[in-house]
């Protein structure tokens, strides 16, 4: 036996015995364990070597050309009762769910090693941090988690003192997408993914355990579970405040975390203390407090670029895992985006042709958080960081203006329930159409949407200085499809409005919908955006946002009887405002 923790070994005994493995091995988490493993990789051409002159320490993984992205179809909240997971999710009754899957692992890990990976969503000694042990028999899964957790020896520790873990299950199988499903069971604390070795369907630690599983703790235990990146932006008096902001996937969180200020901005600084989760604890003294859970970064490659988010082009110079990326002619890695050399092969190995792209729309990068030049050591504070604003947003050509603020806590909360976003290449499926991702949660909430919206007001209640709660645009578009605003850097000056406002300052117009920056009030001097898009970009479209609130009026009533009444007060007000 590896460990003290009896529950840990019983278990871990009951999967081997069922799935059969050759052998078993207890990650400890050290650096000799994960060079074995990136060795064992390279012999079996998992993983290939890119040029280690320039790119030390990088590797390229191809997954199967089928297994790219998360599968929404594929995923379940398993709860007893189908209304609790909510219209939100599908659902799947919990017996069901652990026959289908327990029949497909049956005997799955033959000739495999089955991999038993100890990890800690937060800093070790963080009260608000949980443990987790995913069982896997993917050796890049072992690589990533080591990279995106704590994990390892100290996780074990902390998990023998606990005496409580997710349990999460997981097996490539054989990669047949008949045969894969990612299923949740909240209430058993428990997760069985099989069929898939990508990103947040199979590094259960991420979206699995932390969004989707905790969201539901949280709800018991008083807290938020939340998919949102955490910054601290630095003011040019050297006043550090925190902003969490939560977007869709591929919407620009990871780049929102990383932000250099452009040059007319002079003295200020980002510190990025998370890029995609984040936890949420109302503190002592009435404020909001957040931790990250993860330790890395597994972020879209396409579109890094020394001009967009030169920290993270910088930062993934080493030590990093590529995935579905493209190959130079001397072994660089490459993508839709970075300016040198020029692609060779593609992310399937191909050489390339035609228009298709060289890497994956969904390629990853999985790095180290250490290695960012804006890593700050609050990552790893057991307390967390205080927030003063709350930014949502999402990705829409049209109708959302570049930033608005809501008037109250309830009124963010129904902003952030009224989220729309277009789809994009993190999921399976068609991209580019339109649909609500209320707090961009729709794939990662563990339960009922509704609940879920009562449960932040709920934790407003308790918040004597609540973050001040806002929207944000970057990707409004003209008629040719052109970007109205630049983004990436230049978006801090949405952000320095955004701190403004929060202590009161900063000039802004009432709207029925929130209020926005007044003429002048945001800061556009040398920003590369002309007096007409500025007006566009703020521009409130009344009889686009009247369709706009009766459809979100249309999208609560699938809630029912379990919404809230107060955001439908809420609403309703809005509507009539809007004549
Ligand atoms: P996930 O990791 O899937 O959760 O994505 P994310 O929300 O972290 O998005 P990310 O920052 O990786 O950005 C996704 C895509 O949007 C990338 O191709 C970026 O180049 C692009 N992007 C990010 N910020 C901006 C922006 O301000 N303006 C524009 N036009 N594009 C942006
Ligand atoms: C997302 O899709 O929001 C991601 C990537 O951050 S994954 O880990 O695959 O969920
Ligand atoms: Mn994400």
Known sequence: MNTSCQTLADWVEQVASHTRPEKIHWCDGSENEYRGLIDLMLADETLLELDQRNWPGCYLHRSDPSDVARVEHLTFICTPEEADAGPNNNWMAPEEAHRKTDELFAGCMQGRTLYVIPYCMGPIDSPYSRCGVEI???????????????????????????????????????LDPDK?????????????S???????????????????IASYQARYEGWLAEHMLILGLQDPTGRIRYIAAAFPSQCGKTNLAMLVPPAELDGWRVWT?????????PGDDGRLYAINPEAGFFGVVPGTAPDTNLNAYEMIRRDTIFTNVGVTADNEPWWEGRAENKPALDWKGQPMSGDSPAAHPNSRFTVSARQNKGYTPLMDDPRGVPISAIVFGGRRRELAPLVYQARDWEHGVLVG???????????AGQVGVVRRDPMAMKPFCGYNFADYWGHWLETGKRLSSPPEVFHVNWFRRDESGRFL??????NLRVLSWILDRCENGADAVDTPIGMTPAAGALNTDGADVSAADMEALLHIDRAGWR????????????????L????????????????
């Open 547 to 562: 369709q706009e609130m009766q459809q979100i009026g249309e999208y609560f009533d699938t809630y029912g009887e379990r």
């Open 485 to 490: 605003w630049p983004g990436f850097g230049e």
């Open 194 to 212: 099989i069929g898939s070795g990508y990103g947040g369907n199979a590094l259960l630690g991420k979206k699995c355990h932390a969004l989707r």
């Open 136 to 174: 896997t028999d993917s050796p890049y899964v072992v690589a990533n988690m080591r990279i995106m957790t704590r994990m390892g020896t100290a996780a074990l520790r902390r998990i023998e003192q606990d005496d409580s873990f997710v349990k999460g299950l997981h097996s490539t199988g054989d």
């Open 417 to 427: 329930a009224s989220v729309a976003s277009e789809t994009t290449a993190a999921a």
């Open 273 to 281: 203390v998370g890029d995609d989760i984040a936890w949420l604890h």
């Open 180 to 192: 894969r499903f990612i299923m949740h069971f909240p209430e058993e604390l428990t997760i069985k």
């Open 564 to 579: 809230p009444a107060v955001l439908r007060q809420r609403q309703q007000k809005i509507l009539g405002e809007l004549g």
